[in-house]
């Protein structure tokens, strides 16, 4: 059985940092292209970025490009996504997703192309 397991959120000021933690089992890891999405309260939920099988490319949303940066160490089946200079527009629920198929190089940007999902973890920024 797939699991995706998110952790690392809480609640922070403006300009401080989190580290989230995604731990998957049940799949080839090192196979699967990674993704973080994020969905606030009454909006969809949206990529943040995503991370190709062997960690040598990344992608981001204009929203968090130069303050997020995806990670992931195969070895522990480990993704992670460092935000940097929070603000309160990035509080939501961020979730983890792996795309179990696909070329190497690629990524994806979009719910759909998701095989499996964790649960989310809470990430709350006050001003």
């Known amino acids: 059985q797939v699991q995706l397991v998110e952790s690392g959120g809480g609640l922070v000021q403006a300009g401080d940092s989190l580290r989230l933690s995604c731990a998957a089992s049940?799949?080839?890891?090192?196979?699967?292209?990674m993704g973080w999405f994020r969905q606030a309260p009454g909006k969809e939920r949206e990529f943040v970025g995503t991370?190709?099988?062997?960690?040598?490319?990344?992608n981001y949303a204009d929203s968090v490009k130069g303050r997020f940066t995806i990670s992931r160490d195969n070895a522990k089946s480990t993704v992670y996504l460092q935000m940097n200079s929070l603000k309160p527009e990035d509080t939501a629920i961020y979730y983890c997703?792996?795309?179990?198929?696909?070329?190497?190089?690629?990524?994806?940007?979009?719910?759909?192309?998701?095989?499996?999902w964790g649960h989310g973890t809470q990430v709350t920024v006050s001003s």
């Open positions: 997703a792996a795309k179990a198929t696909g070329p190497p190089g690629a990524v994806y940007t979009r719910t759909y192309s998701y095989n499996y």
């Open positions: 049940g799949l080839t890891f090192s196979s699967c292209a």
């Open positions: 991370i190709t099988r062997s960690g040598s490319s990344t």
